[in-house]
T-cell receptor, first 113, second 112 residues
């Protein structure tokens, strides 16, 4: 079975600072990994996905994530935070192409002006 | 444009009443999912369907029911047996898991 742990339910960064949201996974097989973003009272939007191609994955809105097998991690980063990045972020994992996703509990990102 | 439509956006229900949440997709996706979201608990899977006329229970199916009579539709009924139904409900679909899910904009259900 697959699982994912997001470290830090709340993260605050200053505008212009580095954003780092942590995600560690557990999977018995090579995983498919995803990051989603959710704005208040909206559905989730796919930011980026890892599907065994390049280990550094670039997504929308300037976000990227690096798959590190040795650390079982898939942390999300953005070099410079913008006020519009304030949202909740979810990491998700799947162990097979047609297996349903398992979501983390989410990290709420606050941007300090 | 293709996507998932959930309706209504806000729904109020009296205790003891059943209510049905609509989810329609025009993406030609085979799989559809219902999640419940509560503050601090992330997304919890209620039901999912990988093909028409077939569906499986998720982690918190008690008090809920679904049907999948058409590929594009996956309605969720919240029954009176659900003890704490007030929550944000999200519907999603996928052609295959490796492509990720497409989510609807959600329905916020409040029991009054």
């Amino acid at each position: 079975a697959q699982s994912v742990t997001q470290l830090g339910s709340h993260v605050s960064v200053s505008e212009g600072a580095l954003v780092l949201l942590r995600c560690n996974y557990s999977s018995s097989v090579p995983p498919y990994l995803f990051w989603y973003v959710q704005y208040p009272n909206q559905g989730l939007q796919l930011l980026l996905k890892y599907t065994s191609a390049a280990t550094l994955v670039k997504g929308i809105n300037g976000f990227e994530a690096e798959f590190k097998k040795s650390e079982t991690s898939f942390h999300l980063t953005k070099p410079s935070a913008h006020m519009s990045d304030a949202a909740e972020y979810f990491c998700a994992v799947s162990g097979a192409l047609f297996e349903k996703l398992t979501f983390g509990t989410g990290t709420r990102l606050t941007i300090i002006p | 444009d293709g996507g998932i439509t959930q309706s209504p956006k806000y729904l109020f229900r009296k205790e003891g009443q059943n209510v049905t949440l609509s989810c329609e997709q025009n993406l030609n996706h085979d799989a559809m999912y219902w999640y419940r979201q509560d503050p601090g608990q992330g997304l919890r899977l209620i039901y999912y369907s990988q093909i028409v006329n077939d569906f499986q229970k998720g982690d918190i199916a008690e008090g809920y029911s679904v049907s999948r009579e058409k590929k594009e539709s996956f309605p969720l009924t919240v029954t009176s047996a659900q003890k704490n139904p007030t929550a944000f409900y999200l519907c999603a679909s996928s052609i295959r898991t490796g492509d990720g899910y497409t989510f609807g904009s959600g329905t916020r259900l409040t029991v009054v």
